[in-house]
């Protein structure tokens, strides 16, 4: 069975940094694709930042420069580094696991979720 277990969240000042790491269990971690997601009350779902079994990264328009996704292989796990952070971007935060179908990511497992806190 497939775990994810997020790490790294907290609370930070606007303008601060945070790195999230999510680590896999129970897959053969190094074909399937990692994405993070986010959800703040009353929005919806977004996928923050996504990554190809092959390495290739994928941003939201809200977090691109400010946002790095990486994995490691050999670890099993993946990383967010959060720079520049904004209020707008508290929410908790989701690793997932799935597929790139044509561009389109799709989550098929989740992580429990660590919350993001952005606030003076």
């Known amino acids: 069975q497939v775990q994810l277990v997020e790490s790294g969240g907290g609370l930070v000042q606007p303008g601060g940094s945070l790195r999230l790491s999510c680590a896999a269990s129970?897959?053969?971690?190094?074909?399937?694709?990692m994405g993070w997601y986010r959800q703040a009350p009353g929005k919806q779902r977004e996928l923050v930042a996504g990554i190809t079994s092959g390495g290739t990264t994928n941003y939201a328009h809200s977090v691109k420069g400010r946002f790095t996704i990486s994995r490691d292989n050999a670890k099993n796990t993946v990383d967010l580094q959060m720079n520049s952070l904004k209020p707008e971007d508290t929410a908790v935060y989701y690793c997932?696991?799935?597929?790139?179908?044509?561009?389109?990511?799709?989550?098929?497992?989740w992580g429990q979720g660590t919350q993001v806190t952005v606030s003076s």
């Open positions: 129970g897959s053969i971690f190094a074909i399937y694709a």
């Open positions: 997932t696991q799935g597929l790139y179908y044509s561009t389109d990511y799709r989550a098929e497992y």
